[in-house]
């Protein structure tokens, strides 16, 4: 799954080649519904059930299909929750929903199921640019190392034509702010600046844990320490910006010594399920 602004979708999809219908090996179901969204256009669940003749389990199967293809979007989260909630408590379709045994949403009350847009081909500099921007934006100080396990990327190369060329227009900073990795390392003006003072802060004890998949589990990538699967089960906790305890699947580990006293306390922020006011800000203008 991908969040993004509305306005950035284009170039977004534009990186995500579409699949080829007539490459993949769909169900029945899967085809039908797909041929039914192709002649008759967005189309409720019921609507689809009719053109189709195909049972209402059936077109709810063959709708999972090509969501996960990404070949078929619906109007609201409602039908996605309903595709990703174990059968066993998903709402019947058709029947009322029992107290505390099944979700309370289900695809019928999805609203209108339509084939995504199709992809605009973009040329491979622009697609590079919007890359190099997303990755500062994300990072504030972009090098090699630190993007290697991000998956939605354009060939390094690419990106670093494009910061170099933003160095030339005085947009971004060119040089060396990060310690001990070797290679180009560009940056954001105000990030070299919240750099400096993050330097002259006392520390303060503060505690921050992240998932496993979030972008900032660095362990093991630029973070001292065995690499964190990025999994949305797993957990990092920082201490003043100092990554000192994951947690993967029921086992924690300590990336630094720590007393008897404090291990607990670290236990519980660890599996705490809090989101830091700064995500908090940031995913709010989202």
Do not use: C
Request: net charge positive; glycine share 12%; hydrophobic share 45%.
């Amino acid at each position: 799954l991908a969040l993004f602004r509305r306005e950035r979708g284009e170039v977004w999809r534009a990186i995500h080649p579409e699949p080829v219908v007539e490459q993949l090996s769909l169900s029945h179901a899967a085809g039908a519904v797909l041929g039914a969204l192709d002649g008759r256009g967005a189309s409720f669940f019921g609507d689809l059930v009719n053109a189709t003749g195909l049972l209402r389990t059936e077109v709810e199967k063959g709708l999972g299909e090509l969501v996960a293809w990404g070949l078929v979007v619906s109007d609201s989260f409602a039908g996605l929750r309903a595709l990703l909630v174990p059968s066993e408590r998903r709402k019947p379709i058709g029947r009322l929903r029992r107290r505390g045994r099944s979700a309370p949403f289900g695809v019928e009350t999805a609203g209108r199921w339509s084939r995504t847009g199709r992809r605009t081909l973009l040329p491979e500099e622009q697609q590079a640019e919007a890359v190099a921007w997303m990755l500062l934006r994300r990072y504030g100080v972009v090098f090699r190392r630190l993007v290697e396990r991000e998956t939605v990327l354009v060939p390094w190369r690419d990106v670093l034509r494009v910061y170099r060329r933003l160095e030339a227009r005085g947009e971004i900073r060119g040089g060396r702010f990060v310690g001990g990795f070797s290679g180009e390392q560009y940056a954001l003006a105000e990030a070299v600046g919240t750099l400096r003072a993050v330097r002259r802060e006392a520390a303060a004890g503060s505690l921050v844990a992240v998932s496993g998949a979030d972008p900032l589990n660095l362990v093991g990538i630029i973070v001292p320490g065995e690499a964190l699967p990025a999994l949305a089960g797993n957990r990092v906790l920082y201490r003043d910006g100092v990554a000192v305890a994951v947690r993967e699947g029921n086992q924690t580990r300590f990336l630094v010594e720590v007393g008897a006293e404090d291990m607990n306390r670290l236990q519980t922020a660890l599996v705490r399920q809090r989101v830091a006011p700064l995500v908090r800000a940031y995913l709010g203008k989202r």
